[in-house]
């Protein structure tokens, strides 16, 4: 089954506590977002990845850092978690960045 | 700042009606998508329009384009309890890909 799966679900954690979010799709695509949902706010672009070893940051990428490493990978990490960036986040990856996404299922995170 | 800003952000309507949303960007696009999200969950695609398209239909879904007002909208025909979700537009713009902040539907039984 195609799909874009992400680990853990839900996550609560402290801050500064250093976190990953993976991201794995099995469609072969070559480019993967991430993105965070916050109310009123709709989705926001944190990172992108066109290609392997291709990353570049979206609209919001402050606090964060992603690599890409395999095609099928893209995880998130956050080094040093504030409460700012408690949100939904979700991983989404399609052929082209003008191509259908296909999203992940989010991950709740949750900074203390 | 988001490329796309929906309208109205908050629907209710009876079954059977129909529901038209509307969504406004800021820049050159190559396609317009509209995704459905149900409550925290992951979005879905439904429908894609290239900028040289005016108009596309799925289904009960009808969606219209004018690049010339930056403006799409979304049509969902006969409405049922099924459809209440929130939708967004998305756009990309130099390899970034834009959400507006969504419409929230709600469609009484």
């Known amino acids: 089954e195609a799909q874009v799966t992400q680990n853990p679900r839900y996550l609560i954690t402290v801050t500064g506590k250093k976190l990953t979010v993976t991201c794995s799709q099995n469609?072969?695509?070559?480019?993967m977002s991430w993105y965070r949902q916050d109310p009123g706010l709709g989705l926001r672009q944190i990172y992108y990845?066109?290609?392997?070893?291709?990353?570049d940051k979206g609209d919001v990428p402050e606090g964060y850092k992603v690599s890409r490493k395999e095609k099928r990978n893209f995880p998130l990490i956050l080094e040093s978690p504030s409460p700012n960036q408690t949100s939904l986040y979700f991983c989404?990856?399609?052929?082209?960045?003008?191509?259908?996404?296909?999203f992940g299922p989010g991950t709740r995170l949750t900074v203390l | 700042s988001q490329q796309g800003e929906e309208d109205p952000q908050a629907l209710s309507i009876q079954e059977g009606e129909n529901a038209t949303m509307n969504c406004s960007y800021k820049?050159?696009?190559?396609?317009l998508q509209w995704y459905r999200q149900n409550s925290g969950r992951g979005l879905v695609h439904l429908i894609l329009?290239?900028?040289?398209?005016r108009e596309k239909h799925s289904g009960r879904l009808r969606v219209t384009l004018d690049t010339s007002k930056k403006s799409s909208s979304l049509l969902i025909t006969a409405s049922r309890a099924a459809d209440t979700a929130s939708y967004f537009c998305?756009?990309?713009?130099?390899?970034?890909?834009?959400f507006g902040s969504g419409t929230k539907l709600n469609v009484k039984p």
């Open positions: 989404a990856s399609s052929w082209t960045v003008t191509d259908t996404q296909y």
């Open positions: 469609m072969n695509h070559e480019y």
């Open positions: 990845s066109m290609n392997v070893e291709v990353t």
């Open positions: 820049t050159s696009i190559n396609n």
């Open positions: 329009i290239r900028s040289n398209e």
């Open positions: 998305a756009t990309d713009n130099f390899n970034k890909f834009y």
